[in-house]
């Protein structure tokens, strides 16, 4: 099975082997005399990047059923949530000692359960016994790295070589601004995706969207995020969410605007319309899924702003809902990269989970100049660019 950098992969729910997994009675609170002989780190390794909810083994030959365990987020590329794992080592059939051989399961699947009563904790639940950089050095010979790569403005890698601790000089990343996906003078920016320009932003067709009205609002010159830019853009990126209410509302829809400040150098405001009627369910869903990557969302007070919270130069993500509320977090180490798709795609929203990720959501050229034409006529009305 093949899980990198599949996002729609969140977790199995048995997981079988015939060995055991090495150092699996660490952390139990039981008291436990085993003497385990076949047991092996690849297993252990398994467990960590699958995450399954009950994991059988059988070829020690003795009962042994663990105290639940949670394995920790593994990065950007872990798309699994933190899901409770048991472990059940069973006998041999028709063992002397009568040792339990055969165990059953009633188990919904993964998929159909809602992810609160995934994310339930239990009263005897342990730390995880497995140390993943332990695991990775002594099975593949790795050290531990920096899991999260620079950024272009500021750096969040491990030090330069040769120097260490808090006031180690980072490297400075240069950006070649030419290069920009999202600067419209940049030869790179795909300019047949764009709907309408005003005087500093513009609003675009989001290149693999989850719906065909996935809109981005970007400034045309080059700002990183939504809190370093001048005034004059952040009053005209208000107007486009003004007309996109608008616009949305035609359909019974409404929008949720959404912007990440990690591993971006551009600052792009998406925009995905939701049925009106789902909109209830949209907090309690992102805050649940936070809490599934170990993040927590703080809730913007209704006499704050966002640049009174969150700073330009720190990695920061938010999310305004379309009650108004704004969900924030300060991106400390990894942060999911689909995590607003991941949310939004699910069955209480939009519930079309393959859409998670944008590179498989991709139109060829020909279908997403077709969609922009009719998304031009049909934002028409409501272009405050044409007054």
């Known amino acids: 099975m093949c899980v990198r950098g599949n996002p729609c992969f969140r977790g199995v729910d048995v997981l079988l082997t015939s060995q055991w997994p090495a150092d699996v009675t660490r952390n139990d609170p039981k008291q436990v005399k085993l003497t385990v002989n076949t047991s092996t780190e690849l297993v252990s390794w398994l ?29 950007d590329h872990d798309t699994t949530i933190n899901l409770v794992t048991r472990f059940v080592g069973l006998a041999r059939v028709k063992n002397p000692k009568k040792e339990k051989w055969i165990y059953a399961l009633g188990l919904p699947p993964l998929d159909t359960m809602k992810l609160h009563t995934l994310l339930q904790k239990t009263t005897d639940e342990t730390d995880c016994p497995f140390d993943f950089a332990e695991l990775e050095q002594k099975i593949f010979n790795n050290k531990k790295k920096s899991q999260t790569p620079c950024q272009y ?7 330069v070589e040769g120097q260490a601790g808090p006031r180690a000089k980072k490297m400075k990343i240069e950006f070649d601004q030419s290069k920009c996906w999202f600067c419209l003078a940049s030869p790179s920016v795909e300019k047949h995706l764009i709907i309408t320009v005003a005087s500093s932003t513009y609003l675009a067709l989001a290149k693999g969207g989850i719906v065909d009205e996935h809109f981005l609002i970007c400034p045309i010159q080059h700002y990183q995020n939504s809190l370093g830019q001048p005034q004059e853009v952040a009053q005209e990126i208000e107007k486009f969410k003004q007309a996109l209410r608008k616009f949305y509302a035609r ?9 990440r400040n990690y591993k971006t ?11 009106k009627e789902v909109a209830k369910e949209l907090k309690a869903s992102f805050i649940d899924e936070a809490g599934a990557h170990g993040l927590k969302l703080e809730l913007l007070g209704s006499n704050s ?3 009174q919270v969150l700073q330009a130069n720190v990695p920061y993500f938010t999310v305004e809902l379309p009650d108004g509320v704004v969900l924030y977090t300060k991106i400390k180490g990894v942060f999911p990269l689909n995590f607003a798709r991941e949310v939004l795609v699910t069955a209480p929203i939009l519930n079309c989970p393959l859409k998670v990720d944008w590179r498989s959501s991709v139109l060829g050229k020909d279908c997403e100049k077709e969609l922009v034409e009719k998304l031009r006529a049909d934002f028409e009305p409501f272009d405050f660019t044409n007054d």
Do not use: C, I, W
């Open 47 to 75: 467990v960590m990047k699958l995450k399954p909810r009950y994991h059988v083994s059988g070829l020690e030959g003795v009962y042994y059923e663990r105290s639940p365990f949670r394995a920790p987020n593994l990065g």
């Open 305 to 307: 702003r966002l640049d």
């Open 251 to 259: 359909n019974g829809q409404v929008p949720v605007f959404f912007e």
């Open 265 to 275: 150098s551009h600052m792009q405001l998406q925009v995905v319309p939701v049925p």
């Open 153 to 159: 403005f500021y750096d969040t890698s491990a030090p």
